[in-house]
């Protein structure tokens, strides 16, 4: 099964599925901890408690971008 994060998901099928939320807890969030997964759509990430990509923003706010962003074709200032 194909799993999306919360920007994917609504970019692509135009809803969030919720396919990557809840892998990190409200606690570990707070602690600033995220859950580094495979989106079908942007590729490897990390995914907050929402399932939110913590890269989409910072690579241009779109699946294509950030899809190339995390296998360094396009750089980004991550922090």
């Not at 970019?11 to 570990?28: C, H, I, P, R, S």
């Not at 890269?55 to 971008?65: I, M, Q, R, S």
Request: net charge negative; proline share 1%; glycine share 10%.
């Amino acid at each position: 099964m194909a799993d999306y994060c919360k920007q994917c998901s609504i970019e692509l099928f135009g809803e969030d599925f919720k396919d990557m939320a809840g892998l990190v807890t409200e606690e570990e969030e707070a602690k600033h901890f995220v859950a580094t997964v495979i989106c079908e759509g942007c590729g490897p990430t990390d995914v907050n408690q929402a399932g939110e990509c913590q890269w989409h923003e910072k690579a241009g706010g779109t699946t294509e971008l950030c899809y190339k962003a995390s296998r360094g074709y396009e750089s980004i200032n991550c922090c």
